[in-house]
């Protein structure tokens, strides 16, 4: 077993479509589609923003300081993510916020809460490559990941994921 059983499917419970939420440009395809399909197969959303810790303590006396204004922004960010998601399919998703390497906080998400399902993330269409999460995700360890990874191309439209959601 992958880890933790999956629940989504018993009594009391129902299957989430998680999203990791931060400022590239394809996060809006990756939350495009998970609410999309969440809304056609009765699911829920977890949106997920990460907030990595290093620098907090470098610069003495304002560390506090600067870790107030990184929640604050990854707040920001999730309240659009989730008005995003209301608008697009009136889903009202799951607001997560989490401090750490962004990998295994989301390993440890998808641990902690057995109705996580999917994890969706969209790959960046850019010659630089798909992007950080997908490269590390997805690509190294889809093997022994706990849920399957829904990988959404980048320059996807609107139209194009609806027809597929």
Same mark, same amino acid.
């Given at each position: 077993?992958?880890?933790r059983?999956r629940?989504? +499917? ?9 999203? @990791? &939420?931060? %400022?590239?440009?394809?996060c809006?395809?990756a939350l495009?589609? *998970? ?6 197969? +009765?699911?829920? @959303? =977890?949106?997920? *923003?990460?907030i $990595?810790? !290093?620098?907090?303590n470098?610069?003495?006396? @304002?560390?506090?300081v600067i ?6 922004e *990854?707040? *920001?960010?999730? +309240?659009r !993510?989730a ?8 889903i009202q998703?799951?607001? =997560?916020?989490?401090?750490? +390497?962004?990998? %295994?906080?989301i390993m440890?998400?998808?641990e902690e809460d057995? $109705?996580?399902?999917?994890? =969706?993330?969209?790959a960046?269409?850019? #010659? ?5 999460l @997908? ?5 190294? #360890? !889809?093997?022994?990941?706990? &849920?399957?990874?829904?990988i ?5 439209? $609107?139209?194009?994921i609806?027809?597929?959601a």
């Amino acid at each position: 077993m992958l880890g933790r059983r999956r629940r989504s +499917n018993e009594a009391g419970h129902r299957p989430k479509f998680l999203v @990791v &939420v931060d %400022e590239t440009e394809e996060c809006d395809r990756a939350l495009y589609f *998970a609410v999309r399909r969440a809304t056609r197969t +009765n699911s829920g @959303v =977890v949106l997920l *923003a990460v907030i $990595d810790p !290093s620098g907090f303590n470098e610069w003495l006396g @304002v560390g506090s300081v600067i870790q107030q204004e990184a929640e604050e922004e *990854a707040s *920001a960010m999730l +309240n659009r !993510s989730a008005m995003r998601a209301r608008e697009v399919s009136g889903i009202q998703p799951d607001l =997560v916020t989490l401090q750490g +390497n962004r990998s %295994e906080q989301i390993m440890q998400l998808i641990e902690e809460d057995e $109705d996580i399902s999917f994890l =969706v993330l969209a790959a960046s269409s850019s #010659s630089d490559g798909p992007g950080p999460l @997908v490269s590390t995700l997805a690509a190294k #360890s !889809s093997g022994t990941f706990p &849920v399957p990874i829904v990988i959404v191309p980048g320059a996807m439209s $609107d139209a194009e994921i609806e027809a597929l959601a």
